[in-house]
């Protein structure tokens, strides 16, 4: 099974750039890496995915090396709104064994 | 509608009691998939549509746990006898049938067991 590792939490100051990494040392050559962000009350949102390189979108990057077994989101000048629960999954589709959400991280935005 | 919708919001249940929970999917969607989420945990998955059929139910927790989707569209969740370790925020999710497309999930709906 494919399982990525995140950090449980992480702070930061508004304006600041936030770099998110998780561990998938087991991810399958057909594996996509995807990442959904969750506010409280709320579903989790399809935030960015990516298979290799770099992967850009109005709301985030996504940096994966050549090995693919990492990968960082990258939130660009963040501000308090963005406090929520980061998750990053790994699977070659959105659903099977594979695709698990772990305990995210917990990013905290401090003004 | 513009996106996933679940109803109640809030279910409050006294332990043995049953329960049905909503699941309005985006128009189209013929991918839906049911959640738990525990508090302070990342949502644990329970079961899979593809229309009206059940393509996966591994992650019900137990036979009291039942999920149905009788037309393709709107899903029901029903939890018999209702016990305390129930207690969660059950979410549901829709996408399009292609394999990596996106999951649109709903607000969820917090069921709580006394």
């Known amino acids: 099974l494919a399982k990525t590792t995140q950090p449980i939490s992480m702070d930061s100051y508004e304006g600041q750039e936030v770099n998110i990494t998780c561990s998938h040392n087991?991810?399958?050559?057909?594996?996509?890496i995807t990442w959904y962000q969750q506010f409280p009350s709320q579903g989790p949102r399809f935030i960015i995915q990516?298979?290799?390189t770099k992967v850009t979108n109005e709301v985030a990057s996504l940096f994966i090396p050549a090995d693919r077994k990492s990968s960082t989101l990258s939130l660009p000048r963040v501000s308090l709104s963005d406090t929520a629960v980061y998750y990053c999954?790994?699977?070659?589709?959105?659903?099977?064994?594979?695709?698990?959400f772990g305990p995210g991280t917990r990013l905290s935005v401090l003004p | 509608g513009a996106g996933v919708s679940q109803s109640p919001r809030y279910k409050v249940a006294k332990r043995g009691q049953d329960v049905a929970l909503r699941c309005d999917p985006i128009?189209?969607?013929?991918?839906l998939f049911w959640y738990q989420q525990a508090l302070g945990q990342g949502p644990e998955f329970l079961t899979y549509?593809?229309?009206?059929?059940?393509?996966?139910k591994s992650g019900l927790p137990s036979d009291r746990f039942f999920a149905e989707r009788p037309e393709g569209s709107v899903s029901t969740l029903k939890i018999q006898r209702t016990q305390q370790e129930d207690s969660a925020v059950y979410l549901c999710?829709?996408?399009?049938?292609?394999?990596?497309?996106?999951?649109?999930f709903g607000p969820g709906t917090r069921l709580t067991v006394l």
């Open positions: 999710a829709s996408s399009l049938p292609r394999g990596r497309d996106t999951q649109y």
């Open positions: 087991n991810i399958a050559t057909n594996d996509y």
């Open positions: 990516g298979y290799k």
């Open positions: 999954l790994v699977g070659e589709g959105n659903y099977g064994q594979n695709f698990v």
């Open positions: 128009s189209g969607h013929v991918s």
């Open positions: 549509f593809q229309n009206e059929a059940q393509l996966d």
